[in-house]
């Protein structure tokens, strides 16, 4: 899905993560959905655009906000998720080099948010790993699980 900015502002997105656990050993996609829209749509892709007419001052105002929230429905009286470790963790050899993303954690590790600038024009391709634990509430058992890699590009139009 494209998110863009507008020249010289910002945007901010909400976006509900729904963790699922690996099947047979393989990471699942874990569905998003940018509740901001109304009707709400999938996200597949965080693919974020900037105006390349932008001035070099209006550059480093911008931002693209998401806020991924861990979706309350697979909150449960036996089971609950939170963000782990950060909440990501970048694939190899598809990080962030130019380091436009930062994140941080809230809510109680329900809520991660990533804030997107794009100072340059050199787009850049990254992909990363959700990670978020799964505690058994009655046990107090934790397992650690990761997405399968939602991508995205920042570039400028």
Same mark, same amino acid.
């Given at each position: 899905?494209?998110? !863009?900015?507008?020249?010289? =502002? !910002? ?12 099947v047979?050993g393989?990471?699942?996609d ?48 036996l ?29 109680? =590790? ?9 100072l ?38």
């Amino acid at each position: 899905m494209e998110f !863009s900015v507008p020249q010289g =502002g !910002s945007n901010i997105c909400h976006i509900d993560v729904y963790p699922a656990t690996p099947v047979k050993g393989v990471a699942q996609d874990w569905r998003m959905v940018n509740t901001s829209l109304a009707p709400e749509k999938d996200v597949d892709r965080l693919d974020v655009q900037f105006a390349r007419a932008s001035t070099p001052q209006q550059r480093q105002l911008e931002r693209m906000i998401f806020v991924f929230s861990i979706a309350e429905s697979v909150q449960t009286d036996l089971e609950s998720w939170r963000f782990f470790q950060g909440g990501i963790m970048y694939c190899e050899g598809k990080a962030d080099y130019l380091d436009d993303n930062s994140f941080a954690l809230s809510d109680n =590790g329900k809520a991660l948010t990533m804030s997107v600038k794009c100072l340059t024009d050199i787009a850049e391709s990254y992909n990363f790993s959700f990670m978020a634990v799964q505690k058994t509430n009655e046990s107090g058992e934790c397992q650690i699980y990761a997405s399968s890699d939602p991508g995205g590009d920042i570039r400028r139009v």
